[in-house]
Nanobody
Framework: QVQLVESGGGLVQAGGSLRLSCAAS????????MGWYRQAPGKQRELVAT???????TYADSAKGRFTISRDNAKNTVSLQMNNLKPEDTAVYYC???????????????WGQGTQVTVSS
């Protein structure tokens, strides 16, 4: 089992910045791709950004040029630096990882509990 705990959400004015962090814990797992998703009220959860264990990143079009995803493999953490925030970025942001169980090599996807980001206009 892998546990993911997010932090760093909050209320910010449009144009401001926030940094989200996610710490993973658990034994006998190897963390593969880690990522951030978000879900706004009344909308489906959507991908924001992902990063592989080798550092390859992908971004949703809405995040390109404003958000930066990074990870520290030694600390099992992933972060999302969000700049120039807009009201439409308001959502609950979820950390996620695909992890390989070392004893069975099976892969599982895990989610954090989410952290609220609210951007006021």
């Amino acid at each position: 089992q892998v546990q993911l705990v997010e932090s760093g959400g909050g209320l910010v004015q449009a144009g401001g910045s926030l940094r989200l962090s996610c710490a993973a814990s658990g034994s006998a797992f190897r963390l593969n791709t880690m990522g951030w998703y978000r879900q706004a009220p009344g909308k489906q959860r959507e991908l924001v950004a992902t990063i592989t264990s080798a550092g390859t990143t992908t971004y949703a079009d809405s995040a390109k040029g404003r958000f930066t995803i990074s990870r520290d493999n030694a600390k099992n953490t992933v972060s999302l630096q969000m700049n120039n925030l807009k009201p439409e970025d308001t959502a609950v942001y979820y950390c996620s990882t695909i992890a390989t169980q070392l004893t069975t090599t099976r892969q599982y996807k895990y989610w954090g509990q989410g952290t609220q980001v609210t951007v006021s206009s």
